[in-house]
């Protein structure tokens, strides 16, 4: 039925944020950037990471994950971050 999976995915994303948290905090102290980041970027590299799981989780639902789709997911997603921070980095002044 569609209500308890949508919940499923819902709850999926916020559990898988909520994980990725401190993990996510933790790499960004352990390799400082310039500008150094503030919470709004952390939070949303944990919910990239918390997007990307349940993600799979559909795909896999529908018997179409495969290993080269997981990782050219997981490259476009990390790309999506880095030009972001691109752009951050650009508009930041000391």
């Known amino acids: 039925t569609v ?3 949508w919940s499923f995915f819902f709850l999926a994303v ?5 994980l990725a948290l401190p993990l996510m ?3 960004n102290r352990r390799f ?4 150094p980041v503030n919470t709004g970027v952390i939070l949303r ?6 997007i990307y799981f349940p993600t799979l989780a559909w795909l896999q639902i ?3 994950l495969i290993p080269s789709l ?7 997603l990390i790309l999506i971050e ?10 930041w002044k000391p």
Do not use: K
């Open 82 to 91: 880095l030009l972001l921070r691109l752009r951050e980095r650009s508009q």
């Open 3 to 5: 209500g308890p999976r």
């Open 45 to 50: 590299e944990a919910i990239w990471v918390g």
């Open 25 to 27: 905090a933790f790499i």
């Open 14 to 18: 916020l559990a898988i944020t909520g």
């Open 32 to 35: 400082p950037s310039t500008p």
């Open 70 to 76: 997981a990782l050219l997911l997981a490259v476009g």
């Open 62 to 64: 529908g018997r179409v």
